[in-house]
Each structure stands twice: as C-alpha cells, then as structure tokens.
C-alpha cells in the first residue's frame, strides 16, 4: 500500500528507543524526512546512523521535553530550520516516573507527570497546528496507554494525564477537521523493549512474579513489541487515513477489558 507521504516531514519526541524509534523507523520507511529529539547523545549517533541509509533529511537534536513553552519553540524553530514546516508530530515522550496513588504521592510529583505526558504534547500540538493550518495538511499523533481509557496500574497522575491527553486529542481533532488535519491517539498496553519500564519490570521481578502477571493480563501470553505501534503511527500519518480523526486505537494484544 502506498501511504502517500513520502516527503513529508515529521517530528517525533524521543525518537531513539521503544515506540519513538519503532514510528521513526516505520516513517523513515515511507521516505518521510524524521527530526527527532533525545536526551541520549549516543542514541542520536545509533540512530543518525540508522538514517543516513535512507533517502531522506534527517535531524536529530538533544533536548529535553518539558512544560515549558519557549523551549517547545525553540524545538520546532530548530526543527523547521533543519528538514522544514513539520506536516507530522508524534507525541511519544512519556512515563509515569516512578508516581504512585493520590492519597500516597506528593503534589509536585502528580504535577510532573503530567507536565511530561499532557502539557509539554498539548502545547506542541498548539505549535506546530499553526503551520499545519496554513499548508491545510497535517497529522498529530499521540502515543498515550490503555490506562488512559480503563483503570490500572498504581499511579494515578499517569492514567489521569493520559485521559487527560486522549480527551484533548479528540476535541482537537473536531476542531481541525475541515482544515486537513488529522489528530488521533494510540494506546499502547505492557510493551517490552530495551531500557523500557517493561523490560526493568522483567528483569527486576522473579520469574513466578512475571508469569502471574502475564497469565492475569496478556491473553496472547507475552509483552507487545514496538513494531505495530510504529506501523500504526505510519498509516494514521498516511493519506489513505484522511477520515480517521479523533480516534484512540488500543495496542495492547487484547490487554485492555474495555468494550469502548
């Protein structure tokens, strides 16, 4: 199937491992221009090198995402400056970071989670909309959870700011639906992949401890891979995805226990 979207031009945050690298990639492939962010020098070597086998411009850049809106900015001037207007932006960079339920975490550390998994996308999405808007083009793609849509996990701030990120998606997405531009919403499920929180769960937990929670919770008896979240990425960025808008698509290998 041909997606239509060679030469376009992406952003991807955290584009250097898991679901970041595997939508790099699965871009790439389409011969989409990549501009991607890390806060790992080497990964953007790894990766540069990854890319220079490609057709295509690419741009990686250390930066840190965080709540803050001259630095968003200050990401996308560099962005347009490198590979041009941005007609793609996938929201990947995210995580609980070690939160816990309301009653037992600090404020601060609620606030930070969603500072990384709802402000710093939202005001991308702002940003970046604007030259989507004039070019009457775009696709916004967001990287949220299961735990957004359904209850799970220990950390409250996390699902919330995910719901959080999955509503905003889908009132942007009516919003921008006559101009061209798409925005949806993946929710990945337990997805292992190298220095993810999945695989440190492996790998710090007992053997009984990881087999109870697969047979509790993944019916296809292991972890996802990055891969079909990368593949997903791609085609909602396609042209032959122009009628799907405010979606949110579970990733999740039949994880999630709701019906909607």
Not at 189 to 212: L, P, T
Not at 238 to 252: K, P, V
Request: aromatic share 8%; glycine share 12%; with cysteine.
């Amino acid at each position: 199937m041909d997606l239509g979207i060679k030469g376009k031009n992406a952003l991807i945050t955290g584009g250097t491992r898991g679901l970041g690298l595997a939508s790099l990639k699965s871009l790439s492939s389409e011969g989409v221009n990549i501009a991607y962010c890390s806060r790992s020098v080497d990964g953007i070597k790894e990766t540069n090198n990854f890319l220079k086998g490609k057709d295509i411009k690419f741009f990686g850049i250390k930066h840190e995402i965080k709540n803050n809106l001259d630095s968003l900015k200050d990401l996308v001037g560099k962005v347009e400056e490198n590979i041009g207007s941005i007609d793609i932006l996938v929201n990947n960079v995210g995580g609980s970071l070690g939160s816990d339920s309301l009653l037992k975490d600090e404020l601060e550390n609620y606030e930070r989670v969603f500072n990384i998994n709802f402000w710093a996308s939202l005001k991308l999405m702002k940003i970046v909309s604007e030259g989507m808007i004039t070019n009457r083009w775009g696709r916004i793609i967001n990287i949220a959870s299961i735990f957004g849509r359904e209850y799970g996990g220990k950390s409250s701030s996390y699902m919330s700011s995910k719901a959080s990120l999955i509503a905003a998606t889908k009132h942007m997405a009516i919003e921008t639906a006559k101009l061209g531009i798409t925005v949806n919403s993946i929710a990945p499920g337990s997805i292992k992949h190298d220095g993810g929180s999945w695989e440190k769960f492996v790998n710090n937990s007992s053997k009984e401890e990881v087999e109870d929670f697969i047979n509790e919770n993944l019916p296809m008896g292991d972890f996802g891979s990055p891969e079909p979240v990368g593949a997903m990425v791609a085609f909602l960025s396609s042209s032959q995805a122009f009628t799907i808008t405010g979606a949110c698509i579970n990733i999740d290998a039949g994880q999630g226990r709701s019906l909607f």
